[in-house]
């Protein structure tokens, strides 16, 4: 009897011990995330907005706002708010497909691994 409370007792404190272990690991992985995104964040905002606004595609995004407010009867500033959320819209989408199979293949990876 003592030796199976011994067991139960020393599997509890493994157990805690792998929770534990678990959230310090989950810590530093969102850690890592957040120090990973100040890395790329530059702080020469002006210098990259002036780069970006004089790519041909912007040029090419002045025109569609034109196009959309003459053809839609809506004003310049209503055009490119809903350019701008389509083009999110879109994003998300394919963001979403993207990361749905993913997890997918990582479901049957998982899956090939378990079977042997």
């Not at 310090?24 to 020469?44: F, G, H, M, R």
């Not at 809506?74 to 990361?99: C, K, P």
């Amino acid at each position: 009897m003592k030796l199976q409370l011994s067991k139960k007792r020393h599997h509890t404190q493994t157990l805690e011990t792998k929770i534990m272990e678990n959230q310090e690991s989950i810590q530093l992985l969102n850690t890592a995330i957040i120090k990973t995104k100040e890395k790329k964040i530059d702080s020469s905002y002006e210098e990259r907005l002036s780069e970006v606004c004089e790519k041909p595609a912007l040029k090419a995004v002045s025109f569609a706002i034109a196009h959309l407010s003459e053809t839609q009867k809506i004003s310049r500033d209503m055009a490119a708010m809903e350019i701008v959320e389509a083009i999110r819209e879109l994003d998300n989408i394919w963001g979403d497909y993207v990361m749905m199979e993913g997890i997918g293949k990582l479901k049957d990876l998982l899956k090939g691994q378990t079977k042997h």
